[in-house]
């Protein structure tokens, strides 16, 4: 019945192969000989099945957790550096059909404000957004075919890239909607998104549709297979994740990782991040209510997992999780955050009183963008605003070609520091910005190839001479 190649979803996400795996991980999760070929296979940096790793995440020795632990931060230095991306999410309208029993979009509430940005109001979002030095955005909708239909994204996502505001700009677009049709993908492809992102939520069928009982989400085929429609309609570049509470966190490990392997089987190009949200507190919702709820310790066991099971995934925690959730998650494996979030409709222009509230969920790190580079750069990490593989067209296997000849140092790398360097020219606090220019000063030389280094310099003094938008 499991088959990786199979275009159908409970053939390429099989229950009875979960299942399977957990069992296996269950009887060899003491069996060191089996544990430390593992370690070994993931050493040499080229990933794990689901079964290996799920063994791994079975295991509670001590000594060879913190084995693990050290691998993951390795694995993080030698594809990721000390390099940080961030983005911002884009709330555009929370008007849905769906009845998903842990967002307070879900149709039956009443009671939450209901919000769809006009594209003035957008403009203005946006403005705000770029005033922060945001170059990123991830924008998210409801699924309604009556309010949200897919003029409408496609309308938003030109609106947002035309807006030239100061030296702001925005250089990419993540998205995130509904499941939809391969004709839907091919048109937001040519819009020129950037990923695209659909989180799986749980990947247990029986809970899945419980969980999403009415609208066209309930369909859980249809949604485990976007991914495909996606690739197919030239989409490269998708996102992954799962709710880490609704299920037990054990089968979504297992479920993930063989969703990244049928992608892998299939397109010869695996996902391009992987996100792990955790159920929060929300307008009509108790993350008491879902009994599946992880504990900081075992969502960071999952993060350095992930980290070694498919180390050239970028891996994206949101404000969701407080600071010091997000610093240690850094350590693991995270590669991507973001920050200064609202997550109500139109919550950057203006946000929303108690009473009147949209947001999607409570934001448990509330720093602004600037308090959020001032604590990564202290942290030694380089914050980055990058998205030049995008513009280069280095998407799919070309940009998973450059991940895996870890030409960071040389493109990366050089990247973060000029979009730091613009951050810094236009947006900074004085605090960050003398924080920031000490690190680029001392980075630079950590460049290895003279000739990029030479160019890398000159382009900052250029920087500094109000020329913007350079890169490798
Ligand atoms: S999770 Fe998405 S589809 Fe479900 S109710 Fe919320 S906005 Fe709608
Ligand atoms: S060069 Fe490409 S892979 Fe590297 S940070 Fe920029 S967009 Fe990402």
């Not at 709330?91 to 039956?108: A, Q």
């Not at 937001?188 to 609208?215: C, M, R, V, W």
């Not at 495909?228 to 998708?238: C, H, L, P, S, Y």
């Not at 850094?330 to 991507?336: A, W």
Request: aromatic share 8%; with cysteine.
């Amino acid at each position: 019945m499991y088959n990786a190649k199979s275009m159908k979803a409970e053939e390429f996400i099989s229950d009875e192969e979960i299942k399977a795996t957990l069992a296996y991980a269950d009887a060899n999760k003491d069996n060191f000989e089996v544990i430390d070929q593992i370690i070994a296979k993931a050493k040499l940096g080229k990933g794990l099945t689901h079964r290996e790793a799920s063994v791994l995440l079975a295991c509670d020795n001590e000594e060879k957790l913190q084995e693990i632990y050290d691998l993951a931060k390795q694995i993080k230095e030698d594809y990721y550096g000390n390099r940080i991306v961030l983005f911002a999410p884009l709330y555009l309208s929370n008007y849905c059909i769906n009845g998903c029993v842990y967002c307070p979009y879900h149709m039956k509430n009443k009671h939450i404000s209901r919000k769809k940005l006009t594209q003035d109001e957008i403009r203005r979002e946006v403005i705000a957004l770029q005033d922060m030095g945001h170059k990123r955005l991830a924008i998210e909708l409801g699924e309604d075919p009556v309010n949200n239909p897919i003029e409408y994204v496609l309308e938003s996502i030109k609106t947002i890239y035309d807006i030239k505001h100061k030296n702001g700009a925005i250089r990419r677009v993540n998205v995130n909607i509904a499941a939809t049709t391969v004709e839907n993908y091919k048109k937001l492809h040519d819009a020129g998104i950037g990923t695209y992102i659909l989180f799986q939520e749980t990947y247990n069928k029986e809970s899945y549709e419980q969980l999403h009982p009415t609208g066209p989400k309930h369909d859980y085929a249809y949604h485990t297979e976007a991914m495909d429609r996606a690739m197919e309609g030239g989409i490269d570049d998708v996102g992954l994740g799962v709710l880490f509470g609704l299920e037990m966190y054990r089968y979504e490990f297992a479920g993930i990782l063989m969703h990244a392997e049928h992608l892998e089987a299939v397109h010869g190009v695996g996902p391009h991040t992987i996100s792990v949200p955790r159920v929060k507190r929300a307008d009509d919702i108790d993350p008491e209510a879902f009994d599946n709820g992880i504990s900081d310790d075992i969502f960071e066991k999952i993060i350095a997992l992930l980290r070694v099971a498919v180390p050239y995934t970028g891996m994206i925690i949101s404000t969701r999780e407080g600071k010091a959730v997000r610093e240690k998650a850094l350590e693991l494996g995270i590669s991507q955050i973001s920050g200064g979030s609202r997550t109500s409709v139109g919550g950057y222009v203006e946000p929303e009183p108690e009473e009147d509230n949209s947001a999607q969920f409570d934001v448990s790190d509330q720093r602004t963008l600037d308090e959020v580079l001032n604590w990564l750069i202290k942290l030694d990490y380089v914050p980055s605003f990058c998205t030049a593989c995008y513009r280069e067209g280095r998407t799919g296997d070309r940009f998973m070609s450059l991940c895996k000849s870890k030409q960071i140092l040389n493109c990366c790398h050089p990247n973060a520091l000029l979009t730091l360097k613009e951050y810094l020219e236009d947006y900074a606090s004085d605090d960050t910005r003398a924080a920031g220019l000490a690190m680029i000063e001392r980075e630079l030389e950590r460049i290895p190839n003279d000739k990029v280094r030479d160019v890398a310099k000159a382009r900052l003094a250029d920087i500094s001479n109000g020329k913007r938008d350079f890169r490798f």
